[in-house]
């Protein structure tokens, strides 16, 4: 089973797209917006989860990075 909520690599300019179930949720500057993103999809305990490989995935780079790739 692969985690329902992918933060992807960093862009170019910064930032990391976030998709949930393959859909596009937003773009998270930091770990304060990526836990707004998840809440306003639902996962009220978002701030738990970050570091929960069942739950989110971290692709192409550091967790919790979100400079310019």
């Known amino acids: 089973m692969s ?3 992918v933060v992807h690599h960093p862009s170019s300019m910064g930032g990391r ?5 393959g859909q596009i949720a937003g773009l998270a500057l930091d770990d304060g917006d990526l836990v707004e993103i998840l809440r306003g999809a639902g996962f009220y305990d978002a701030e738990y989860l970050l570091d929960n490989p069942n739950w989110i995935e971290w692709r ?5 990075r979100y400079e310019p790739a």
């Open 3 to 5: 985690a329902p909520v």
């Open 17 to 21: 797209a976030v998709t949930i179930d």
């Open 60 to 64: 192409g780079g550091r967790a919790h």
